[in-house]
């Protein structure tokens, strides 16, 4: 589904569950057995088909920077803070019930369609209202066509959020991770044909108008299912907002956290500045989430399909966790370590302003990443009001973090500090509430599953410090690389060894599942 939790406007795939550590049994009289492998033969199958896509959107980032200015990716930044909080209402958080409904999905389907159709609608034309005002209180006059493309982005998402639900609850994590493959190659290639054009801040979206369109018919077409045939049923309407309304305020908040900000630096800052710090975020912080998403939409299915087996729960948070700090921890640090002389050969100083800003969301980034794993538990456990009361107070808190820390650094990267710091302050509180529903204790966790990301930062650190020694930057670039590598390896052999088979198996699961996937192909 089309992720509400944030402004990117991607088709959302599924994330991946944790492999079963060697030893591990598996029940296989039961249903629950065929349940287990199909997610995690379907997840492993995403990751390698999201892991391409993701490589190929980082892959335009980088050239995307060489088109567009500091101001436009400020612009882009300010419409779409002053969005989120309009956009409240924005899917009702209903892709959320309709997952929790599981087997009663065609039942719910049809309402779901027409009320989230309404409620975009409304969210569209109450976004689109503030665009020439917003323009002239910033003094910004490209701002309002900014926010009015964002809001006719909004009613399209629909579509591609209820098929996409679909494909998840019937465990097809590889037909969606393909929609997701094409959906995010057409979409960067736009971007870049946008920005090489001209089109500056609206290169963000423009896109996002074409794309949706296609992922719609590509899900159709995978899917063929049709819900506007169904009859919305508005009787079942109070009931949908009813179940909603908690999933709707963790949605929001979610969307709040990320990038409510922006309209507050705004006010501190120059675009120039803004769009320093919202470049480091999007180069540091995409990665994670598509990784969090893909987590989401997995294990959600996953736990619900589990039903009250609870240590088959608990097991598979703890393997998720683990994969999801290891995995976030080596993507964001090696942009972080790598990222000064990486930038002086791409854009020649250009984004120099932004080092800061990328090496403290990198480093503070993969300890709160498990929040995502945290939220697919609260959603498969039916605890809306928990999820959406603590999601918004983490919400809160980085706003309030990057404000302050704006206010008081007068920079990016003090804003960067202030994100992050409270980020971590939300992720704490997140899993000292979730944890212990399960039977764990959020303190002995946090040890067990931070010490690989302690020392990827440990890894980095001194990768860098060792590229420093020499003057060219393509040879800093390859020795910064090769120590992290190392020294990373190395790190997590000896002090965190069953973090990295877990990887490892994952990596291998990745090449089977794919091979499988070929041979049963051409045999069939």
């Not at 456990?381 to 404000?403: C, D, E, K, M």
Request: hydrophobic share 55%; net charge positive; with cysteine.
């Amino acid at each position: 589904m089309l992720p509400a939790n944030n402004l990117d406007v991607s088709v959302r795939t599924p994330p991946v569950v944790a492999p079963a550590l060697p030893g591990e049994r598996v029940q296989e009289c039961d249903e629950k057995a065929p349940i287990g492998n199909k997610a995690i033969e379907g997840s492993i199958w995403v990751i390698g088909a999201t892991g391409a896509a993701k490589a190929l959107g980082f892959a335009c980032q980088l050239a995307l920077a060489w088109f567009l200015t500091k101001k436009d990716y400020g612009v882009y930044a300010i419409a779409i803070s002053l969005s989120v909080f309009l956009s409240v209402l924005r899917d009702g958080g209903l892709p959320m019930v309709l997952e929790r409904k599981g087997s009663q999905f065609e039942s719910y389907a049809g309402p779901v369609f027409w009320m989230m159709l309404a409620m975009n609608i409304a969210t569209g034309m109450l976004i689109a209202l503030i665009a020439a005002p917003a323009a002239r209180l910033y003094h910004i006059p490209e701002l309002a066509s900014v926010i009015t493309l964002f809001a006719a982005t909004i009613p399209l998402s629909v579509l591609p959020a209820i098929l996409s639900v679909r494909l998840a609850l019937d465990l097809k994590f590889r037909e969606l991770g393909l929609v997701q493959v094409v959906s995010s190659t057409l979409r960067n290639g736009l971007l870049l044909f946008f920005a090489w054009a001209g089109f500056g801040a609206r290169s963000f979206l423009l896109p996002v108008l074409i794309t949706s369109v296609t992922d719609s018919l590509l899900l159709w077409m995978v899917t063929r299912y049709s819900p506007w045939a169904m009859p919305p049923q508005f009787r079942l309407w109070p009931e949908l907002f009813a179940s909603g309304r908690w999933v709707l305020l963790g949605t929001f908040s979610i969307a709040l956290g990320n990038n409510g900000a922006y309209f507050l630096l705004g006010e501190f800052f120059s675009s120039d500045v803004v769009g320093t710090y919202f470049f480091a975020y999007q180069l540091v912080v995409q990665l994670g989430v598509l990784l969090s998403d893909n987590v989401y939409q997995v294990l959600v299915p996953s736990f619900v399909r589990m039903g009250p087996d609870i240590l088959r729960i608990r097991a598979a948070v703890l393997r998720a966790l683990s994969l999801v700090v290891v995995i976030g921890a080596v993507a964001s640090l090696s942009i972080a370590a790598v990222y000064e002389p990486l930038e002086r050969v791409l854009w020649h100083g250009k984004w120099a302003a932004a080092s800061g800003s990328v090496h403290i969301l990198a480093i503070v980034w993969p300890a709160a990443a498990g929040v995502s794993v945290l939220r697919a538990l609260q959603m498969a456990t039916g605890h809306f009001r928990q999820w959406g009361i603590v999601t918004l107070i983490g919400a809160l808190a980085s706003v309030s973090g990057t404000a302050i820390g704006a206010y008081f650094g007068k920079s990016a990267a003090g804003a960067a500090l202030g994100f992050s710091l409270g980020s971590l302050f939300g992720a704490a509180l997140n899993a000292r509430i979730a944890l212990p529903r399960i039977g764990i204790r959020a303190a002995d966790t946090a040890i067990s599953v931070l010490r690989p990301w302690l020392i990827i930062v440990v890894a980095a650190v001194c990768a860098q410090l060792a590229g420093l020694r020499f003057d060219r930057t393509w040879i800093d670039i390859l020795v910064t690389a090769a120590c992290l590598c190392t020294l990373g390896l190395f790190g997590l052999r000896l002090f965190a060894n069953e973090s990295l088979r877990l990887v490892e198996i994952s990596l291998r699961q990745i090449i089977r599942g794919n091979f499988r996937s070929t041979a049963h192909s051409e045999s069939t």
